[in-house]
């Protein structure tokens, strides 16, 4: 199976910020066209790994990308969104997107749906399955797909490491927490979640911070449990907001969250948070379903919610 879609002199002719004539006399070495023009524009589509369409007067592919997402309601969802929208522009893209609502049975009929108009390729921010007959369907569809938020199985990821992302934060978490019991807020851990999870994976992360400095700690599913702490460390930055709502937002305890959302700048309580890029994320998304050269991992930082104290 071929993994990634073909590029069209239309594109080509965007990327370069050119016409399609000009990309055209170059390809076809045709006169009419600056030397330096045509060198820029054969080492752009030999990048791209142009190859010409045989079919006279067919289209090589339909210019679309399809994304699903869990909803729009979450602001992360919301930038990123506009982030793949953005990026996929910039290369003569349109998105279509698909929502599942956090439910894999949505999941699969938006997967399908993509499927059969035939889109170049998708974006996939999965519910998530440790079926093996999911990991079979998901291979089955011969297109280019990439996973942003939640692993599966063998596929393409690209995102932060969010277990490590949150090790860092539970360490710098712990380094104002003298004495006290850390607790771990994570509602999403109500429901039973896929071994890759990006929530079972934070989780692995903050328990070895905890084991490996020795702290004394208590994971919770709800605000109505937070009781004898020296700080909180939550597994978004919705919890954090909910927790500090229901504690009357105090301003001596420490509290981390995860996203750095924007709300976070409205209350005047200290927030740690893990920031990472939509725009980065959306970036290398885009580049693996056209078959530019990608990156999986994306870096995270620690900051506050008044300012940054670390890049990692």
Same mark, same amino acid.
């Given at each position: 199976m071929?993994?990634?879609?073909k ?14 004539g000009t990309v ?17 524009i054969?080492?752009? &589509?030999?990048?791209?790994d142009?190859?010409p369409?045989v079919?006279?007067?067919?289209r ?21 969104a506009m ?16 929502f599942?609502?956090k439910e ?6 938006a997967l ?6 035939? !889109? ?5 921010f999965? #519910?998530?399955? =440790?079926?093996?007959? $999911? ?16 692993r ?10 969010d277990?490590?992302?949150?090790? =860092? ?9 003298p004495?006290?019991?850390?607790l ?11 071994s890759?999870n990006?929530q ?18 208590? #994971? ?6 937070l ?9 978004? =930055?919705?919890? &954090? ?7 009357? $937002?105090?301003k001596?305890?420490?509290i ?17 948070? #893990?920031?990472y890029?939509?725009d980065k994320? &959306?970036e290398? &998304? ?7 050269? $990608? ?6 930082s620690?900051?506050?919610?008044t =300012?940054?104290i670390? !890049?990692?």
């Open positions: 071929k993994r990634f879609s590029i069209t002199t239309t594109q080509l002719a965007r990327i370069c910020g050119v016409s399609q055209d006399r170059a390809l076809h070495n045709r006169g009419g066209i600056n030397p330096e023009t045509r060198a820029r054969l080492e752009i &589509a030999k990048e791209y142009y190859r369409n079919q006279a007067g067919s090589s592919n339909s210019m679309l990308i399809g994304v699903v997402l869990f909803d729009l309601y979450n602001e992360y969802f919301s930038k990123l982030s793949l929208v953005n990026e996929a522009r910039k290369f003569g893209y349109s998105i279509i997107f698909q599942s609502g894999e049975k949505n999941e699969k009929q399908e749906y993509f499927d059969y108009i035939g !889109v170049d390729g998708i974006v996939l999965s #519910v998530g399955s =440790d079926s093996v007959e $999911y990991k079979n369907y998901l291979h089955s569809l011969k297109k280019p797909l990439v996973l942003i938020g939640n599966l199985f063998d596929l393409p990821f690209v995102g932060i490491d277990e490590k992302a949150m090790y =860092d934060l539970s360490v710098a978490i712990a380094d104002r927490v004495s006290g019991r850390i771990y807020l994570a509602p999403a851990l109500k429901k039973p979640l896929h890759i990006a079972r994976m934070r989780l692995r992360g903050f328990v070895r911070a905890m084991e490996a400095l020795g702290k004394s700690y208590r #994971v919770v599913t709800d605000v109505e449990e009781s004898d702490f020296g700080g909180i460390v939550c597994a978004t =930055d919705h919890y &954090a907001l909910g927790a500090l709502k229901h504690l009357g $937002y105090p001596n305890i420490p981390a969250g995860f996203d750095n959302i924007s709300m976070l700048k409205n209350i005047n309580v200290r927030v740690l948070s #893990v920031e890029s939509t994320i &959306a290398e &998304a885009v580049n693996y379903i056209l078959g530019r050269r $990608y990156s999986l991992r994306v870096a995270h620690l900051v506050y919610n =300012d940054e670390s !890049v990692l």
